[in-house]
T-cell receptor, first 113, second 109 residues
Framework: DGGITQSPKYLFRKEGQNVTLSCEQNLNHDAMYWYRQDPGQGLRLIYYSQIVNDFQKGDIAEGYSVSREKKESFPLTVTSAQKNPTAFYLC????????????FGQGTRLTVV | DAKTTQPPSMDCAEGRAANLPCNHSTISGNEYVYWYRQIHSQGPQYIIHGLKNNETNEMASLIITEDRKSSTLILPHATLRDTAVYYCIVRGRDDKIIFGKGTRLHILP
């Protein structure tokens, strides 16, 4: 089955700890994205990558880091510098180009206590 | 910032057509209009996209005005399962996909 997989679905961490969220796709897509969603709000872009070994900051990159060492993987690390890390995190991928749809994972709900 | 403006919420009776408007007055010539929807606590689902011509698929129709400054997503026969937040997005040259606040569509039985 082709698709985009985020794991785990729910994640709990203590304040001050870094945590890495997984995003894997087997769709052979060039572009991958990370979004954050807070309750009742829209999606905000954290980071995106158009090609392996390259990525750009989105609108709310502070306190987050990413890597793109492989085409199929785009892990997001929520660092202790992120002031309000508790949120719903969504990963997406798409083929290169403006005339292509993006596919989303089912999200990871991170709770920091 | 999102390049689109949508009403925050809309109601539609079950079985009727739901018409969701979107303004994108600063759209550039090569930017596409995309529609996604998000059902509570799930990842957004692609619905349809277009450049300048009207488009139709099994889920919906997309009507883009001639000047491309606005568009309308049409769900021809709304059901309760269409209750969701609908996002209109303009996808630009930099390949960012920026979401606005969307329209919360309530389907009334």
């Amino acid at each position: 089955d082709g698709g985009i997989t985020q794991s785990p679905k729910y994640l709990f961490r203590k304040e001050g700890q870094n945590v890495t969220l997984s995003c894997e796709q087997n769709l052979n897509h060039d572009a991958m994205y990370w979004y954050r969603q807070d309750p009742g709000q829209g999606l905000r872009l954290i980071y995106y990558s158009q090609i392996v070994n390259d990525f750009q900051k989105g609108d709310i990159a502070e306190g987050y880091s990413v890597s793109r060492e492989k085409k199929e993987s785009f892990p997001l690390t929520v660092t202790s510098a992120q002031k309000n890390p508790t949120a719903f995190y969504l990963c997406a991928s798409s083929p290169d180009g403006l005339n292509t749809e993006a596919f989303f994972g089912q999200g990871t709900r991170l709770t920091v206590v | 910032d999102a390049k689109t403006t949508q009403p925050p919420s809309m109601d539609c009776a079950e079985g009727r057509a739901a018409n969701l408007p979107c303004n994108h007055s600063t759209i550039s010539g090569n930017e596409y209009v995309y529609w996604y929807r998000q059902i509570h606590s799930q990842g957004p689902q692609y619905i349809i996209h277009g450049l300048k011509n009207n488009e139709t698929n099994e889920m919906a129709s997309l009507i883009i005005t001639e000047d491309r400054k606005s568009s309308t997503l049409i769900l021809p026969h709304a059901t309760l399962r269409d209750t969701a937040v609908y996002y209109c997005i303009v996808r630009g040259r930099d390949d960012k996909i920026i979401f606005g606040k969307g329209t919360r569509l309530h389907i009334l039985p």
